[in-house]
């Protein structure tokens, strides 16, 4: 059998899986935290944009979730705009804002850009948790909304009710929504650019190459991403501060793409769930779960320095080749 074959008949059972996921679990709170990993995986794979495929270490990318949580939440909250329309304005009006704050900080390069992102994600920050009479500060925002009911073929489908399964649903189409548009963009002139920069931005520079915008590009959809994965979130959980989008989480962001594999489209899946799951779990070491957790993302970085998708994928290539599969 070809082994491209057996990976989309893999690729197929995972996603009938995951369709199907909703009538296996039984726990909500199991449920609840599928769905934020899942809308960790948008994040992620947006951060794994810049920072897998360009190379560049972005610290802003809960910053611009943020943005994309408050517009989307501000619009249905304060002026009653329907929450369907928010989720697709939220993007866009994040990826115009990460325009006009990348095109100056894309001048700069390596770590002088991490320092950059991370005074972004401060400011935004600072501006959700100080401009409280209109983010509502420390106390939030209260009642935000889910996306209104509608029916197919006389099937009504409403997000207030069965358990969650509706949400995880529309949360699971965004999520392959996203890995797509990352596959689609790794696969195309604009992905070979991107990673031709990674491996050396002087020589592509010197073969004419405008560097700069093609990493805008990838820095705008980042953020976009980002802002869908917020607005989701918002209307998700129901309730808004500015707590979630502090520098911690963008670290976070950065784990999960390195522990899943930076540069691959499954490692920012494997690292969404690994950031979600792992510190529920380790929720018995009680005081000390936050050593663990970080113990535990020391020594993978150290062991693992690739992520775990390469290892998995070295490993499926040899047993493969042991059992006789073709390439």
Not at 94 to 103: A, I, N, Q, R
Not at 128 to 151: M, Q
């Amino acid at each position: 059998m070809n082994s491209r074959l057996l990976k989309s008949l893999g690729l197929v059972a995972l996603l009938a899986g995951a369709v199907l996921l909703p009538g296996l679990v039984t726990v909500p709170y199991f449920m609840h935290l599928i769905i934020l990993s899942l809308i960790w995986v948008i994040l992620a794979q947006g951060q794994n944009l810049i920072q897998g495929f360009v190379g560049y270490v972005s610290i802003a990318q809960a910053g611009f979730m943020g943005i994309g949580a408050y517009f989307s939440t501000l619009l249905s909250v304060k002026l009653g705009w329907s929450v369907w329309m928010t989720l697709w304005l939220a993007p866009l009006f994040t990826g115009l804002v990460s325009v006009l704050v990348g095109y100056p900080s894309l001048r700069v390069k390596g770590h002088y850009f991490a320092i950059v992102t991370l005074a972004y994600n401060m400011v935004i920050f600072t501006v959700l948790l100080t401009y409280s009479s209109l983010t509502g500060g420390e106390a939030g925002i209260s009642n935000v909304p889910r996306p209104a009911e509608f029916s197919v073929l006389g099937w009504q489908i409403n997000f207030e009710g069965r358990s969650n399964t509706y949400y995880y649903e529309l949360v699971l189409l965004c999520a392959c929504a996203a890995t797509a548009l990352c596959a689609a963009i790794l696969h195309s002139r604009v992905g070979r650019v991107l990673l031709a920069i990674r491996q050396n931005e002087a020589l592509a520079d010197a073969m004419g190459v405008s560097t700069w915008r093609y990493k805008l590009f990838a820095f705008v959809v980042s953020a976009g991403l980002a802002g869908l994965a917020g607005s989701l979130y918002a209307h998700y959980i129901g309730f808004l501060n500015p707590e979630p989008f502090g520098v911690d989480q963008s670290l976070n962001a950065i784990l999960a793409v390195i522990l899943g594999g930076s540069g691959t489209l499954s490692g920012p899946v494997i690292g969404a769930f690994a950031v979600t799951f792992l510190p529920e779990y380790l929720r018995i070491a009680d005081s000390y779960r936050l050593v663990v957790y970080g113990l535990i993302l020391v020594v993978a970085t150290i062991f693992l320095p690739r992520g775990l998708v390469p290892v998995a994928q070295n490993l499926f290539t040899r047993v493969g080749s042991l059992l006789g599969f073709k390439k």
